[in-house]
Each structure stands twice: as C-alpha cells, then as structure tokens.
C-alpha cells in the first residue's frame, strides 16, 4: 500500500513538472509485490516454519479421550426333562469413556526427527533469503538489459540519421563530379545495414521490455537511464582472498546445501534409532456403566479403572525394511556431501569471476571513455578531411561506425560492471537492499 501510494504520487506530480522515470529501486520493490517466484517462496518459508512446531510436538505428551456405548441382546433356550424349555432373554445398554496419556522418555528416534524438522525449518528461511537475492539479481538484470537494448535502439536511430546525410552527401558529390560512384555504394549500402540492425533492435527491445513487464507489473516505457557522473571503483576490500572466505563462510548457496546435508544425516539418525528400545510414561483413566438389562445386580453398574506405568518396547524384526532404508539413506548422505562440494565449488568460481569482473569493468569504463572521446575526434577529423579533400565518405562512415559502436559498448559495459557489483555481493550472502540502492545512484531519475 506505501508503494502504491507513492507510485501515485509520482504519477500525480508527473503532469505538472514532467515525467519521473522508474528506477531500479523502485522495479525491485514492485517486483517484490508483483513476482510470482518470490511470493511462492515466501508461502514455501510460512510452511517451513511449522515443520519446527512439529518437531517439537513429537516429544510432548500425546492425551487421547475415548468413548463408546452399546446396546446388546441375546435369547437363550434351555432343554429340560419332560419335554419342557426354559427361555433366557438378555438386553440392555453399555457405555463407557476412558482418557489416556503418553509421555516419552526415550525414543530416540522422535528426538532425530525433531532435530531434523528444525534444520528443515532453518533451510526454509536461508531458501528464502536466497530467493530475495535472486530477485534483485533477476530484476536487475532485466532492468540493465532493457536499458542496453534501449540504448541500442537510440543509437540505430542516431546512425541512420547520421548516414543518410552522408548518403545524401555522397549522391550530391557523385552528381558534381568530386566523388566516385564508390563512396555512394558504401554509404548505401550502411544504411540498409542500419535499416536491418534497427529492426533487430526493435524486436529485441520488445522482447526486454515483456519481460520487465512479467516480472515487475510496472510499464516498461519510463526507465532511469544510467548516467556518467558516478566512475567505476574496485571492490572493497580489492582482496580477492578476503571474499572468498566471505563467501566460503557466508554463501547462502553454501548454506542450504550444508543444511541439506545435516538433514541428510538426521535421516540416518533416524533410522538407526528404529532399532533401540523405546521408554514412554502412560497414564489412563476410564468408567463402564452396565445397563440393568445387562448387570448381574439388576440395577445399572460402573466399574472405574486407572492406572500409571512404564512403557518399555525392543524391536526386533522390522523384516528387512529398517536395514533397506538405511542404505538409502546412507546413499543419500553421500549424494548431498557431493552436493555440498560442487556448490562450493561453483560459489567460489563465482566470486572469482564477479570479483575480476569488477575490476575489470571498471578498467573496460575507463578505457571506452578514452576510446570514445577518441573516436569523436577521429569522427570530427574525418569529416573535415572529406571537406578538403584528403578523406572519402568510407572513411567518415568508418568513423561514424567506430563512434556509435564505442558508445553502446561504454552502456554495456556500465551495466556489466554494476551487475558484477550485485552478483559479487550475492556470491559472499551479503546482498541487501543497500548494495541496489548504491547501484540505483548510477541512475538518472528524471527523463
């Protein structure tokens, strides 16, 4: 409701100064509100958390009250000397209700299963907290790849602009004698690339912007757009030992495979308990009444009963089921000790590869800040060589393409290096809400 609230607001204040962009913040709460995926996971952690109470319901008392009543009837027929027979009829009600109750002492099997159901309810909230992460990685990389196929499209469109005037340049030159029929070829043919590459473009920003769409329910028509005044910095601490040791401690991937296989084990525990003797505290209360058509005094009896006692129990064959299960739970350990390894494994290639893509991206933004501002210089050149001659359209075309290329790898590799940021932080369990809004301040809000 705050959301929504603040959603009109800006849409309110939109018509009298203008339009305010969606940001990256805003899309992730939206999505938060909106994703299905996240939603059935937050449903998964409500039931993970019963499976605790469970746990714990297994070594309380168990009390149990019964009751039954009866009508019964019966006819007998004596034979005696003479011929003669003597009839016995018999009719009457019963009823009864008793309480009981079961305490364990010992089982050591109930105690297995409830430290297992709390793990599971453990693994349920790091799922959980796994699944809000991956929402902001999902939403961030739907948001970063809807701006680049934006972007994509603007400069098609700039290009295009751009090379039919020297299109229309090189038809004008050919016309007067000053340029071959050459230069008019290439800068025809540019242009129907373009003219292919913006219909690409198109259909791709259709697809990125559906897919936004999907997952946030906002429109995907208004984006913040990355601006430049924020530079590009290396990770802190720039110490790719220190996050792989977050990220061997704090991994949430790392975690709920450990849990996986803590449980894996209690399941063991479990089985292996099936065989050891069992000690429960019983206490149980109840009253008969007999009906007087049933009693021997001719009138309605009771009889009351109680007693308190120890229960003790030693199986001794279960025909082979307890050994089985054994075994495959055995098995099943060792599946998910392998499970644990490969995890570790891939959260290590990860952070590996998040911590050098930062680096990295930040060095790629600075080296195509270089290359750009170059390639505006080498564009300005050509086209004031063209004019004197010492340059041809080819060559203005070149560096028009150079140009372009330069800008729409310096947005990508902005995006890039800002999702490595993200996925740096996931990969060490430490991503929150914070590390988006340090990312969404790389935005411009207001279009």
Known sequence: MKLKSSLIGLSLLSLSTGVWATDLLQSWQAAAKFDAQISAARNAQIAGQEKAEQGQALLLPKVSVTGNTAYSQSASRYGREGGTLHNTDVNGESYGISISAVQPIYRAEAFASADQLKKQTDLANVQY??????????????????????????LAQAQKQAVAEQLAFAKKSFEVGVATITDTDEAQASYDSIIAAEILANNDLAVKRSAFTLLTGLNAEQLATIGDQKQPSSPEPNDLSVWLKKAQDNSLSNTSQQLALDIATREI??????????????ASYGSDWTGSGLSRSGATDQNMSGAIKLQLAIPFYTGGDRSSRLREAAAKKDQQRDNVLATQRDVEQVTKQSFLGVNAGAAQIRALQQVLKSSQSLLASSKLGREVGVRTTIDVLNAEQKYYATRYDLVVARYTYLYARLLLAASAGEL??????AVNEWLVQLK
């Open 432 to 437: 929150t809400e914070k590390d988006l809004i």
């Open 269 to 282: 525990d479990k089985y292996r308990a099936l065989s050891a003797p069992t000690l429960d505290l019983v």
């Open 129 to 154: 907290r796994q699944a809000e992460q991956d929402l902001i990685l999902r939403v961030s990389k739907a948001y970063f790849e809807l701006l680049a196929a934006q972007e994509k499209v603007t």
